[in-house]
């Protein structure tokens, strides 16, 4: 079985995962710019994938990393080797307001530091990426722009989506117009990119290995493990994993299902789990340390991926890193993995997803070979791969500036 790869669908040749970087190659000042995830503990309220990220370039360069609601009010701490900035929180009127409001609470912040920048690079486009477009416009730095949430997309079904509100659309414009690069985390996160003047880069954030590993064999059931961990909301649709339970446990003993994440939906998914006789099946956990989470994918025999949409699915990337394949509909990652390393369902299909289930859980060959590519995959496209593939972008942006000023510099001198 073929593991899926980000290159043969035409991304460029990228840096081997784990390249240090040589004595002639220059130290590059770097800012992030993230709308939270880098809690100065490390551990709660974080996301590990951009904390892999910003350990793993703070070794080789000088990282600032700008986070926009970390904590209430703004402050200033090291973390893993870099120095983050939380600009705290904001509200606004209306959306759109507070990226004003934040762009001049970071100028402040930064200060003079901000002209040494190399490159900026924002994580997602709406709010985040204006902040770095007008920031890099003032300091005249290059900026990189990663899609990261659903700022490019509508879905009527859960009224979500940047395209249904006038605002974040303008914001995605100014960002994108003003971007120098634009990365994906999947190639369906791509799509409404589609005649983008820039290329956009494939570049998902991939996780650390060493931390999420496990292995393939696993233990045939009962219990039959089962596993989903994102926040709690509609656009997760986890209604959907609870129907799809209550029908595999109808055909098969045993089967359990851990749901982690935090709860933005008032207990209403706890409420629908006891009406549909699932209060001893499935399992809340609420937020949970990635440490915590770890033992959970070593024993799941499936990850269950239910939403509306995900520009890419990073829970989807630990579940493959552990051995555990996928059964999910086609968004995000689990759209580019599919067929060789994850197993697809329609969306909001229930009983599509029940048979999926029962169907891999009875035959634990063709588990192994999805759960084999998924972890190849994730192996090849790991948290060291991320960052020397970004690394090898903020040089080259980073070397072009430097030829454009000299250019300039000569034309003024000429004059």
Not at 63 to 84: C, H, Y
Not at 92 to 106: D, I, T
Not at 355 to 383: K, N, S, V, Y
Request: proline share 6%; charged share 20%.
């Amino acid at each position: 079985m073929r593991v899926p790869s980000l290159q043969a669908r035409g991304t460029p040749v990228v840096p081997q995962r784990g390249t240090p970087a040589s004595a002639t190659e220059t130290t590059l000042r770097i800012g992030l710019i993230a709308p939270g995830g880098l809690d100065r503990t490390g551990r709660r309220d974080v996301i590990p994938a951009l904390l892999s990220l910003t350990e793993r370039l703070s070794r080789n360069h000088r990282v600032t990393v700008v986070v926009v609601r970390q904590e209430p009010e703004p402050s200033r701490f090291s973390l893993l080797g870099a120095d983050v900035v939380n600009l705290g929180y904001m509200t606004a009127a209306r959306p759109g307001r507070v990226s004003l409001r934040c762009l001049f609470r970071m100028l402040v912040a930064l200060g003079r530091d901000g002209w040494s920048f190399d490159v900026l690079h924002a994580f997602w486009i709406a709010e985040c990426g204006v902040l770095a477009a007008l920031a890099g416009q003032l300091w005249r730095v290059p900026v990189v722009v990663s899609v990261g949430g659903g700022e490019l997309v509508w879905v009527p079904q859960v009224a979500y989506g940047g395209r249904g509100d006038w605002q974040c659309r303008a914001q995605s414009a100014i960002a994108l117009w003003c971007a120098t690069a634009v990365t994906a985390g999947s190639h369906y996160a791509r799509r409404p990119l589609a005649g983008h003047r820039s290329v956009t880069r494939i570049v998902p954030l991939g996780v650390d290995t060493a931390r999420f590993h496990g292995p393939l064999e696993r233990p045939d059931g009962p219990p039959w493990r089962l596993l989903h961990v994102a926040s709690l909301n509609r656009v997760k649709n986890q209604g959907m994993l609870l129907r799809a339970v209550q029908l595999v446990q109808d055909q098969l003993l045993g089967v359990r299902l851990d749901i982690v994440g935090e709860d933005f939906l008032d207990s209403a998914l706890q409420e629908m789990a006891a009406e549909l006789g699932l209060s001893e099946v499935v399992h809340f956990h609420g937020p949970l340390d990635h440490e915590a989470i770890v033992p959970l994918y070593r024993q799941a025999h499936l990850y269950l991926q239910a939403s509306w949409h995900e520009s890419q699915g990073v829970a989807v990337c630990e579940a493959a890193a552990c051995g555990v394949p996928t059964v999910g509909t086609a968004v995000g990652l689990v759209a580019d993995l599919a067929p060789a390393a994850a197993y697809i369902v329609p969306a909001d299909d229930a009983a599509a997803m029940a048979t999926a289930i029962l169907t891999l859980l009875g035959d634990r060959p063709q588990r192994e070979r999805l759960g084999r590519a998924a972890q190849a995959w994730a192996r090849a496209h790991d948290a060291d791969w991320t960052a020397a593939t970004f690394a090898a972008l903020y040089r080259q942006l980073a070397a072009r500036r430097t030829a454009t000023a000299t250019v300039r510099s000569g034309r003024a001198g000429a004059a």
